[in-house]
């Protein structure tokens, strides 16, 4: 499994993908943890226009590639914080998006391993529901001021997903 994260200068928008060793990612599943800033990352008319989000972006970069978006809605210190395990009362979920069913799996059993449930958010065409600015960006979470966070289950997630207009 390949993972990329939002902490590359540049990702997604284009100054770090068009450098990214595609050969190394096809055949594997990528976590795709990015989000489009265009201040950061540049202009992208694609992105810009919305005829395509940034994780089917990346997929078309990296040909072969099992693209899931995951991880890029929630802050890195309540990633951190809200872990538990299986059966807890308290166990937050997290969206995934993408288009191979056996790549959503492989990302479920991961998120499961990590404490973790995941919410099947759709196909990478509906990522977009989980990018800044949409009720599942953060906010289902706490606030980033708050360093613990707050335990978001699977309805909450659904709910916030469905929320979300373009």
């Not at 810009?48 to 890029?72: C, E, I, M, W």
Request: hydrophobic share 40%; glycine share 10%.
């Amino acid at each position: 499994m390949a993972s990329l994260s939002s902490g590359v200068s540049g990702c997604p928008g284009g100054r770090a993908y068009p450098v990214l060793p595609t050969s190394a990612l096809a055949d594997r599943v990528v976590l795709d943890a990015g989000n489009y800033y265009p201040q950061r990352d540049g202009q992208v008319p694609e992105l810009d226009d919305k005829s395509l989000t940034s994780s089917a972006y990346l997929g078309r970069l990296a040909p072969g590639a099992q693209v899931v978006k995951v991880f890029n809605n929630i802050f890195s210190k309540h990633l951190e914080n809200l872990a538990r395990p299986a059966g807890a009362t308290d166990r937050s979920a997290l969206p995934i998006a993408g288009d191979g069913a056996d790549a959503k799996i492989i990302v479920t059993q991961f998120l499961d391993a990590i404490g973790y449930e995941a919410v099947d958010a759709g196909p990478l065409a509906e990522s977009w529901r989980q990018q800044p600015g949409t009720p599942v960006y953060g906010a289902p979470y706490g606030s980033m001021d708050d360093e613990k966070g707050t335990p978001a289950d699977a309805d909450v997630i659904r709910a916030a997903l469905a929320a979300a207009t373009r």
